[in-house]
Nanobody, 115 residues
């Protein structure tokens, strides 16, 4: 079956950096849009960044210039480099693989940014 497994979350001070990784198994990711979403308590899940199979990227305004999404189709991996982290970036971050009528999610990884 398809599995997405995130890693790389943790506790970091404001201004610091983290790199999230997501490993996909059971699926060839090259034809899908890969993305990262986040959800903090009391808020709806929001799209943070995504990258289409063609390499086009999309970022929520609040992370533009600070976060970078990348993918390695051969390794079935998607990454999120997060720099200049802010306390408001604190959330559970979820990896997503979607397209062709399919929509897969990871279990999430916690990112906590202390002030």
């Amino acid at each position: 079956q398809v599995q997405l497994v995130e890693s790389g979350g943790g506790l970091v001070q404001a201004g610091g950096s983290l790199r999230l990784s997501c490993a996909a198994s059971g699926i060839g990711v090259s034809i899908y849009t890969l993305g990262w979403h986040r959800q903090s308590p009391g808020k709806q899940r929001e799209l943070v960044a995504s990258m289409t199979s063609g390499g086009s990227t999309n970022y929520v305004d609040s992370v533009k210039g600070r976060f970078t999404i990348s993918r390695d189709n051969a390794k079935a991996m998607v990454y999120l480099q997060m720099n200049s982290l802010k306390p408001e970036d604190t959330a559970v971050y979820y990896c997503n693989c979607r397209g062709w009528g399919r929509d897969y999610w990871g279990q999430g990884t916690q990112v906590t940014v202390s002030s």
